[in-house]
């Protein structure tokens, strides 16, 4: 199978877009180690797919991907177990606007430790044997979603670190590459969520359009995807896909070319 030997590891894998990745990683012959701050429903997870495919092809490791101890525990065990790693995927993510650091610490900070670990193991200068990252941001990483503009700002970091830290990359060798997947609007409870949020009640009509126009993805769609990327090594380093009902396709960002020249 095609990811036959392979190591990968994936965060927030409990449920969700993340347990899909998990899913699809076991179902090609990787090796997955789930990474969730949810004990029971990653533990659950886990008994699940060693029914599915066999014991000893996924191990869960409890998680807090915005503490650098518990994450780099979870590293060890893994790598430990598994003999190194090839594939990362940062997927945990949450919107709380309320509690805006913790959002950030979990979706931006998260995605940020998650690439400097995984590269401190697969880049060839340090004995590594290269690999693929993806990061997962949201279609609110690439334009202003007016309903959580903290969840938006997480999301705009995401793409932006992972598109740098990917041309560094090239630039300095490191035999890694650097995906980010922004997938539009996905049934899973982060969305649920949201319908039951009064606050957001106002701004439902706004997000109404977009649904429509988007659909809703189921996460195995996603998860597609994300297969098609991590197979893909022609794919380019830095490559940030959008996903809605309708497809996927790379976005074109602005280079400096495209900057006006002063005309204030
Ligand atoms: N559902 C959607 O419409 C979309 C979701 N996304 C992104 O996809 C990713 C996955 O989201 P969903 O599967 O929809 O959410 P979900 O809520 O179904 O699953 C998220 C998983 O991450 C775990 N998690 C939360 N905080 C964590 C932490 N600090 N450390 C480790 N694990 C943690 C949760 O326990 C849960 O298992 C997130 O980054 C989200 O922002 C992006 C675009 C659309
Ligand atoms: C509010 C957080 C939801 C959590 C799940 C998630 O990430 C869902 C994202 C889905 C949609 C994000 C939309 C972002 C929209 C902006 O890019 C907006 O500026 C796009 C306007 C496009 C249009 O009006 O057709």
Known sequence: M???????????????????????????????????????????????????????????CCCDVSSEVQF??????????????????????????????????????GVIRGTFLALELMKKENGGRGGVIVNIASMAGLGPHAVA???????????GFSRAIAEASTVLGYGVRINVLCPGFVQTTIFASLEKDEALEK???????????????????VAKIFL?????DSSRNGGVLVIT??????????????VPAATL
């Open 2 to 60: 095609a990811l036959e030997g392979k190591v990968a590891l994936v965060t927030g894998a409990a449920r969700g877009i993340g347990k899909a990745l998990t899913e699809i990683l076991l179902q090609n012959g990787a090796k997955v180690a789930l990474l969730d701050v949810d004990k029971n429903a990653g533990q659950e997870a886990v008994s699940a797919f060693d029914e599915e495919f066999g014991a000893g092809r996924s191990v869960f």
């Open 72 to 109: 780099r525990d979870a590293f060890e065990k893994s790598t430990q177990l598994f003999g190194g790693l090839d594939i990362i995927c940062n997927n945990a993510g949450i919107v709380n606007e309320s509690d805006w650091e913790k959002a950030v610490a979990v979706n931006l900070n």
């Open 149 to 159: 503009p903290v969840y938006t700002a997480s999301k705009h970091g995401v793409v």
């Open 203 to 221: 701004l439902r009509n706004q997000r109404g359009k977009l649904l429509e126009s988007w659909g809703i993805l189921e996460p195995s769609d």
């Open 228 to 232: 098609r990327i991590v197979l893909d």
């Open 245 to 258: 009902s309708k497809g996927a396709e790379y976005i074109n960002f602005p280079t400096a070319a495209d």
